[in-house]
């Protein structure tokens, strides 16, 4: 077998085992797009530390803030009738200054965490406000703007605020399927990754690309926990605001962790950029040394250019 043939059979297997671990990275990447898709998912909606840690912004939106002062109104109505000599001006002053006491806060956070259960554990249970706490809210809105009506709600009264549950989805195989695709996802990015860029030709133009889907990763998770959440969702309607003032309460350490990825992603590339400027440097001077070598060419000699003497 002559030497040609040999030379192309080396080529054609050099091309088949750049494609393939050309196909694995791509698979790879695609693999990071939706574990990180999931990951998000994970670390803000099935997270129900965070969601807890949500109800404060979440009652500071308007949608969940009137229909919380509209259901502590009620009951006040209903567990001191005394109370309907208010008008609803102040009735709503009351209402409203209980829920922002950091009490009841605190207990529409637990209820947060009931109707997340019930989304995506399959709890059925009434969704009620811890009495205690609301009924310490309420008694000290009830002293600060109406004092009148202080002795109108007996000490063993127990106020009970409750959250309609009825109509949320049951999405516990949601839930499971985010939890599965975020350890696949991210598994197969990294496995693949690693054999892609060890099978590579070139490793650091495969460097290269994953550091750009790096950046493209981070800057998509920026605007859209971000970006979108601050300047946009709230154009939408009330409900897509309350869904903004969420986002905007649990994902900010994501946020920051894309911004760091993106600018990883963005100093790799220069890093690979300047790696490949130097090597064609490098590649481009030992070629001339060959020709130089095996031939009698010679770089021509660089000629100083005489410097004119300024005319008097």
């Known amino acids: 077998m002559s030497r040609s043939s040999f030379e192309a059979e080396d080529a054609d297997e050099a091309n088949v085992l750049r494609r393939l671990s050309s196909l694995v990275l791509s698979v790879g990447l695609v693999a990071a797009c939706i574990g990180d898709a999931a990951l998000a998912l994970r670390l803000t909606v099935l997270n129900s530390g965070r969601v807890r840690s949500s109800a404060g912004a979440v009652l500071s939106a308007g949608p969940a803030r009137r229909a919380m002062v509209r259901r502590v109104a009620a009951e006040i109505t209903r567990r001191a009738p005394a109370a309907s000599v208010l008008s ?67 000490p063993s009264s127990e106020l009970t605020v409750d959250i309609d549950a009825s109509s949320v989805p049951d999405l516990e195989a949601v839930g499971r399927g985010i939890n599965a695709a975020t350890g696949v996802g991210l598994g ?24 750009r889907w790096a950046v493209g990763i981070g800057i998509s998770n920026v605007v859209a926990l971000w970006f979108v959440p ?20 649990t994902a900010m350490p994501l946020v920051l962790a894309s911004a760091l990825m993106a600018a990883a992603g963005g100093a790799t590339l220069s890093l690979v950029h300047r790696l490949d400027v130097s090597a064609g440097r490098r590649a481009r001077t030992a070629a001339m040394a060959d020709l130089a070598r095996r031939t009698s060419w010679r770089p021509p000699a ?8 300024p005319s008097p």
């Open 88 to 154: 609803p001006k102040q009735l709503d002053q009351v209402a409203s200054a209980a829920v922002r006491d950091p009490r009841f806060v605190a207990a529409f956070g637990d209820a947060l965490v009931a109707v997340h259960k019930h989304a995506f554990n399959g709890a059925r249970d009434p969704v009620v406000l811890t009495p205690e706490p609301v009924t310490a809210a309420v008694r000290d809105a009830m002293a600060a703007s109406a004092p009148e009506l202080g002795p109108a709600l007996p």
């Open 230 to 249: 601050r300047f946009m969702l709230a154009a939408f309607g009330p409900w897509p605001d309350v869904a903004a003032a969420f986002l905007r309460a």
């Open 302 to 309: 660089l000629e100083r250019t005489p410097r004119r003497r």
């Open 188 to 211: 197969l990015f990294f496995a693949s990754t690693v054999i892609g860029i060890a099978g590579a030709i070139r490793r650091r133009r495969a460097v290269a690309r994953v550091a």
